[in-house]
């Protein structure tokens, strides 16, 4: 794969991906991110220059990157096009905060033009309030500000 996804990314894909709503990201085999989307400041608080070149991994906590491995390699091994159902991850922002998406994703390792995967990030902040204050309503606890 060409660095920085050259040759990946025509201008009609970077205008695409850098106009949607949900973050996109692509990752190399290696983990290294490739391409970043524009609303991936908006999302995650890092403007996409920032994310281009480091490991995935940087962004998940310590106590999820076991899972959030397994979850890729699982991806890796896959021969159909995406997953099933999205996982709930969360993502570190550069102040330490965590924000959590559902992430899904388009396997593209077998084609030799891109030897990547391209992820797509669905909010989930609200889903994981909401449950939080049902489950204290249901136990008759306060709910949390």
């Known amino acids: 794969m060409r660095d920085e996804g050259e040759g990946l990314c025509d201008a009609a894909f970077r205008t695409l991906v850098d106009t949607l709503a949900i973050p996109i990201v692509v990752v190399d085999v290696g983990g290294v991110i490739r391409y970043a989307g524009g609303s991936v400041e908006r999302d995650f608080g890092y403007p996409p220059s920032e994310l281009v070149g480091r490991n995935v991994v940087e962004f998940t906590p310590p ?21 099933g159902v999205p996982t709930v991850f969360p993502i570190v922002r550069p102040d330490g905060s965590l924000t959590w998406h559902a992430v ?6 077998d084609d030799p033009d891109v030897e990547a995967t391209t992820f797509f990030f669905l909010p989930w902040d609200a889903q994981l309030h909401f449950d939080d204050s049902l489950s204290a309503l249901l136990a008759g606890e306060p709910l949390a500000q």
């Open 104 to 109: 899904g994703a388009v396997p593209l390792l």
């Open 63 to 83: 106590e999820h990157v076991e899972r959030a491995l397994i979850s890729i390699g699982e991806l890796a091994e896959s021969d159909e096009l995406g997953i």
